[in-house]
Structures are given as C-alpha cells and as structure tokens.
C-alpha cells in the first residue's frame, strides 16, 4: 500500500511536462512582442521616408518659377511634374510601392491643388494619395506652421501678412500585423489606416 501510495506520488510530483506548458502560455505573448517590434520599426522608418521626400518635393517645386500658378487645371505645370516625378523615383530606389500611381486630379482653390490618388481596394490593398499645392498661403508671423493632410490654405485675411509657398502631403495605406497578433490575447486594436508625411517650402521665384 506505501508502495503503490509512493508510486503515485512521483507521478504527480513529475514536472517533465512543465516547459512544455510554460512555453504554451507565454508564446502569444512572445509573437504579439516579435510583431510589435518589428511592425512599429516598419512604419516609424516609412514615416521618416515619406517625410524625406515630401520636403524634398515641396524644395523641388518651390525652386521652379511661379508662372505654372496661373495655369489652368486642366494641365500639369512642369514644378509639379517635376516634385512627383522626384516622389516616384524615390519610392522606387527605396524599394517602396508606388501602387501604379500614373494620374493626376487638377482641384480648384484656394491655391491651385493637385491631387494623385491610388485608392485600395480587398484585390489590391496598396493605396496611395499625394496633393501638391503650389499656392499655399501661411501667416508669416507664425511661431508654428502646421499645413493640412489636404495642403489646402485658406484666404489671406485682412490685414494680414501671408506668404506664397509649396505644400506637398503624402499618404500612404500601411498593412498593421499587430492587431492581428494583438488579437491572440483578445485585445481588438483600432490603427491608423494610413502613414502621413506634409512638408511645406516657400517658393523662391
């Protein structure tokens, strides 16, 4: 009877499986981490790109002479050929998708705007809108400039001192995995569809 008690006894006392059930429970935790990480560093460095080359863009454009202002919209002035083809052309030595990005939306003011849209959709999840306005108006007294994801700017006001420069926003549709990890410890995550850059230069000619 002490026997077979004893017996018993080591079996339930036997922690051979022991790991086996900690790694179990501590593996989602680890892949929501892993995810994380690697995630979060993926769109902070898309950020900082975007960033890069919306104020090279709105340097770009700025640098061209401000005849292209009074132009109608239905056709491209060469300033803003010239900062989307710069904004193409670093997408792709940076490995970026320009998600087929090949036409352009004239809008009317204030400031002549124009607009390239690639909308994504379930078949094709890449999205991308870039706006440059030629004519974008700020306070020159401002401390802080902040233009809109739209680089659109209002009238000048009376009195006050404006001045006429470029605006260029990008933004682009960022795929998160972390909500889906996120997901394996019951957690419902609502993330930022998009990854916005907007730089503004005032026009030199």
Not at 123 to 149: D, E, H, L, M, W
Not at 175 to 186: D, E, M, V
Not at 191 to 204: D, G, K, R, T
Request: aromatic letters at 8%; charged letters at 15%.
């Amino acid at each position: 009877m002490i026997r077979r008690f004893h017996s018993v006894w080591l079996r339930m006392c036997d922690d051979r499986g022991a790991q086996l059930v900690e790694f179990a429970v501590s593996l989602p935790l680890l892949v929501v981490f892993v995810v994380g990480i690697f995630d979060f560093s993926s769109a902070f460095t898309l950020k900082q790109k975007l960033t890069n080359v919306a104020r090279d863009a709105a340097r770009a454009a700025a640098a061209d002479p401000a005849t292209d202002l009074a132009q109608p919209s239905t056709s491209l002035p060469a300033s803003v050929d010239d900062s989307i083809q710069l904004i193409l052309n670093y997408l792709e030595a940076n490995n970026i998708d320009d998600c087929g990005l090949t036409s352009a939306v004239g809008v009317s003011g204030p400031g002549p705007v124009w607009s390239f849209t690639v909308t994504p959709s379930t078949s094709a999840p890449c999205g991308i809108s870039i706006k440059i306005n030629r004519g974008y108006y700020f306070p020159a007294t401002a401390a802080v400039q902040t233009a809109p994801a739209d680089c659109r700017s209002t009238s000048a006001a009376a009195g006050q001192v404006q001045v006429v420069s470029t605006c260029v926003s990008i933004q682009y549709t960022y795929q998160w995995r972390f909500g889906k990890a996120a997901s394996l410890l019951g957690s419902a995550l609502t993330l930022p569809n998009n990854i916005a850059a907007v730089s503004v230069a005032m026009n030199e000619n």
